[in-house]
């Protein structure tokens, strides 16, 4: 059977060769009415509601007949500020949405490549660039705008309406891409393991140890604290609250090492996962 | 390496922690030919195609497709290349239409009405066009293996590399693909590896034979099955001794077996002078009034009687 209709082939060599068709079927994937108003709703109820709680609670639980005038005072003054509902909102959400990261990640390179969707996908003129990097713009897709700015945002409006805080906004969206940050460390930590391993055991293994023993190792590690990504959003610094907190309220940040750190380590886990998938025999 | 060939190896070789998995392999693939790619489990094939399809790297040798060489050119050979997986598997939400839709979009940004119509000629082809629209997770192995064959060949492609197109059919779906590989030779090259030698005889012009990652065949098919020896096929009644004897001293005998079953007995004759057989021999087997001929003819050989004697393994056919 002869085709009828001409083919042009419109496609010229170049290193994102094929990042467009498979980048369309990633947002594809995750824009599907059903699953975007699943997730939409999951996040927004888990994360907001926490928040809801850490906000309304504590004056409940401050105003009880029984607590001695000096307690209720020094309860009053650690929540009566806008530090500890915006600390614990992000530490939250951070802790959340990095194991999320992982646990969506995880699949990305290793289930592809196991059920043979990625042979098939590079025996068509794609390169291994653009299917690399079609999965983590999938994934930054999904965390900017199905997580992150949507309760985010919301999370705003809650402070400013309900706890009543001066927060200005525009510090406030400066500070977002620093939970990016940290969630991409780990996310970007989960797709260079993807590329090493074979057993999900190492590529889920890893970046949750790293997540859910932060005490632990952070302790362990503490002369080299600056150079971890947790005082982003999940470990104090000197002047008890997080970089993200200070940020949003406007303060100068105790240190900028676990920025420049955390973007470090983004930078190189994502060109770790490139070379190594550039070899990876499927 | 000779160089009239749309694929070319040169030596091809592949190793695993030193152990070879293909070994030196240099074959040819015909322009506009159906190419039956043989050999036993774990001979090499899928290495081979692979190591073609740029999904692996070889450790030794070279390869090239279209003039190209498979390891530097690896993207512009997939722009004119159609690949269709052993085991076929697809993104499991999509619909057979999507996932064509998905795949041609590495080939064309054609206009959607044009990609359409080419989607459409790509189901009808298969015959998937009233499954269409539903999601491949639902699909059977044959159904997924036609979806296959139609991603395969969506951009038109100047070679198609089909890895056991076969294996997961039925008989009739069997008998559709090797149609569907019929009508496509029309505009493409067939490079394909299979079990099924039936098969191979039946739609293929040449075979390449691979076996413990060494290639031991290559050729046109007629020219494998009719080999420069002619077997003969002959049933007697009588003395066979006597005349298996006589048989033997003649110069234009290269061997003869005799072969006995259900009373009945049978030599297979091969021959290095296909005239002084047909002259001379059922004059032979009867000289001495012992015996007589109940059957002469030449005999067919078949590419799994060349398969086993090559790789000394019988096929799965």
Same mark, same amino acid.
């Given at each position: 059977?002869?085709?009828?209709?001409?083919?042009?082939?419109?496609?010229?060599?170049?290193?994102?060769?094929?990042?467009?068709?498979?980048?369309?079927?990633?947002?594809?994937?995750?824009?599907?009415?059903?699953?975007?108003?699943?997730?939409?709703?999951?996040?927004?109820?888990?994360?907001?509601?926490?928040?809801?709680?850490?906000?309304?609670?504590?004056?409940?639980?401050?105003?009880?007949?029984?607590?001695?005038?000096?307690?209720?005072?020094?309860?009053?003054?650690?929540?009566?500020?806008?530090?500890?509902?915006?600390?614990?909102?992000?530490?939250?959400?951070?802790?959340?949405? %990095?194991?999320?990261?992982?646990?969506?990640?995880?699949?990305?390179?290793?289930?592809?490549?196991?059920?043979?969707?990625?042979?098939?996908?590079? /025996?068509?003129?794609?390169?291994?660039?653009?299917?690399?990097?079609?999965?983590?713009?999938? #994934?930054?897709?999904?965390?900017?705008?199905?997580?992150?700015?949507?309760?985010?945002?919301?999370?705003?409006?809650?402070?400013?309406?309900?706890?009543?805080?001066?927060?200005?906004?525009?510090?406030?969206?400066?500070?977002?891409?620093?939970?990016?940050?940290?969630?991409?460390?780990?996310?970007?930590?989960?797709?260079?393991?993807?590329?090493?391993?074979?057993?999900?055991?190492?590529?889920?293994?890893?970046?949750?140890?790293?997540?859910?023993?932060?005490?632990?190792?952070?302790?362990?590690?503490?002369?080299?604290?600056?150079?971890?990504?947790?005082?982003?959003?999940?470990?104090?610094?000197?002047?008890?609250?997080?970089?993200?907190?200070?940020?949003?309220?406007?303060?100068?940040?105790?240190?900028?090492?676990?920025?420049?750190?955390?973007?470090?380590?983004?930078?190189?886990?994502?060109?770790?996962?490139?070379?190594?998938?550039?070899?990876?025999?499927? | 390496?000779?160089?009239? +060939?749309?694929?070319?190896?040169?030596?091809?070789?592949?190793?695993?922690?030193?152990?070879?998995?293909?070994?030196?392999?240099?074959?040819?693939?015909? #322009?506009?030919?159906?190419? +039956?790619?043989?050999?036993?489990?774990?001979? !090499?094939?899928?290495?081979?195609?692979?190591?073609?399809?740029?999904?692996?790297?070889?450790?030794?040798?070279?390869?090239?497709?279209?003039?190209?060489?498979?390891?530097?050119?690896?993207?512009?050979?997939?722009?004119?290349?159609?690949?269709?997986?052993?085991?076929?598997?697809?993104?499991?939400?999509?619909?057979?239409?999507?996932?064509?839709?998905?795949?041609?979009?590495?080939? /064309?940004?054609?206009?959607?009405?044009?990609?359409? =119509?080419?989607?459409?000629?790509?189901?009808?082809?298969?015959?998937?066009?009233?499954?269409?629209?539903?999601?491949?997770?639902?699909? /059977?192995?044959?159904?997924?293996?036609?979806?296959?064959?139609?991603?395969?060949?969506?951009? =038109?492609?100047?070679?198609?590399?089909?890895?056991?197109?076969?294996?997961?059919?039925?008989?009739? !779906?069997?008998?559709?693909?090797?149609?569907?590989?019929?009508?496509?030779?029309?505009?493409?090259?067939?490079?394909?590896?299979?079990?099924?030698?039936?098969?191979?005889?039946?739609?293929?012009?040449?075979?390449?034979?691979?076996?413990?990652?060494?290639?031991?065949?290559?050729?046109?098919?007629?020219?494998?099955?009719? /080999?420069?020896?002619?077997?003969?096929?002959?049933?007697?009644?009588?003395? %066979?001794?006597?005349?298996?004897?006589?048989?033997?001293?003649?110069?234009?005998?290269?061997?003869?077996?005799?072969?006995?079953?259900?009373?009945?007995?049978?030599?297979?004759?091969?021959?290095?002078?296909?005239?002084?057989?047909?002259?001379?021999?059922?004059?032979?087997?009867?000289?001495?009034?012992?015996?007589?001929?109940?059957?002469?003819?030449?005999?067919?050989?078949?590419?799994?009687?060349?398969?086993?004697?090559?790789?000394?393994?019988?096929? #799965?056919?």
């Amino acid at each position: 059977m002869r085709s009828t209709t001409a083919f042009e082939n419109s496609e010229r060599n170049h290193v994102l060769m094929g990042f467009m068709p498979l980048i369309n079927k990633e947002l594809g994937e995750l824009l599907r009415p059903r699953s975007l108003l699943i997730q939409l709703l999951g996040w927004t109820l888990f994360l907001n509601g926490f928040l809801l709680v850490t906000l309304l609670v504590p004056r409940e639980f401050v105003d009880r007949p029984e607590l001695e005038p000096a307690e209720r005072a020094e309860l009053m003054e650690f929540i009566s500020g806008p530090e500890t509902p915006v600390m614990v909102f992000f530490l939250i959400t951070g802790m959340a949405m %990095a194991i999320a990261a992982v646990v969506t990640l995880q699949d990305a390179i290793i289930q592809e490549k196991q059920t043979g969707t990625a042979a098939w996908i590079l /025996s068509k003129p794609v390169t291994r660039l653009s299917f690399i990097m079609s999965k983590l713009g999938g #994934h930054l897709f999904r965390l900017v705008f199905i997580i992150v700015l949507p309760q985010t945002l919301l999370a705003f409006v809650q402070l400013r309406l309900i706890g009543e805080f001066d927060i200005n906004l525009a510090s406030y969206l400066m500070a977002l891409p620093m939970l990016l940050l940290f969630v991409l460390s780990f996310s970007t930590l989960t797709l260079m393991l993807g590329t090493w391993f074979e057993s999900r055991a190492y590529i889920i293994g890893i970046p949750f140890f790293l997540i859910i023993a932060y005490q632990p190792l952070t302790m362990m590690l503490s002369p080299i604290n600056d150079a971890l990504p947790y005082k982003l959003v999940m470990m104090s610094t000197d002047s008890g609250t997080t970089l993200i907190t200070q940020a949003i309220l406007g303060q100068p940040l105790d240190t900028m090492m676990p920025l420049l750190f955390a973007s470090l380590y983004v930078s190189l886990f994502t060109i770790t996962a490139v070379l190594r998938f550039q070899h990876q025999e499927l | 390496m000779p160089d009239n +060939g749309i694929i070319q190896t040169d030596k091809l070789s592949k190793s695993y922690r030193k152990q070879p998995v293909l070994d030196t392999v240099s074959l040819s693939v015909d #322009h506009h030919s159906i190419c +039956g790619f043989l050999g036993p489990n774990g001979a !090499g094939k899928t290495t081979t195609i692979k190591l073609l399809l740029g999904l692996i790297k070889p450790s030794s040798g070279s390869a090239t497709i279209f003039g190209k060489d498979i390891v530097r050119d690896s993207l512009a050979i997939r722009q004119r290349i159609g690949y269709l997986s052993q085991q076929p598997n697809y993104y499991g939400h999509m619909t057979a239409r999507e996932t064509l839709a998905f795949t041609i979009r590495f080939f /064309s940004r054609d206009a959607v009405r044009k990609t359409d =119509q080419r989607i459409d000629e790509a189901l009808e082809l298969v015959g998937l066009m009233d499954k269409a629209d539903r999601p491949i997770k639902a699909f /059977s192995g044959g159904e997924r293996q036609r979806l296959g064959i139609a991603q395969a060949q969506i951009n =038109q492609p100047d070679l198609l590399i089909l890895d056991e197109p076969a294996a997961a059919l039925d008989p009739l !779906g069997r008998r559709d693909v090797l149609d569907i590989m019929k009508r496509l030779r029309e505009r493409t090259t067939i490079f394909y590896s299979t079990h099924i030698l039936e098969d191979v005889q039946r739609v293929s012009d040449s075979v390449v034979i691979l076996n413990g990652g060494k290639l031991i065949a290559q050729a046109p098919i007629h020219q494998l099955i009719n /080999s420069d020896k002619p077997i003969y096929s002959v049933t007697i009644r009588g003395n %066979a001794p006597s005349v298996e004897s006589r048989l033997r001293q003649q110069r234009w005998i290269d061997n003869v077996q005799l072969i006995q079953q259900n009373g009945v007995t049978s030599f297979d004759v091969t021959v290095n002078d296909q005239s002084a057989a047909e002259a001379n021999m059922i004059n032979t087997i009867i000289a001495d009034g012992e015996a007589t001929v109940s059957g002469f003819s030449r005999k067919q050989q078949q590419l799994e009687d060349i398969f086993i004697e090559l790789t000394g393994e019988k096929s #799965h056919a």
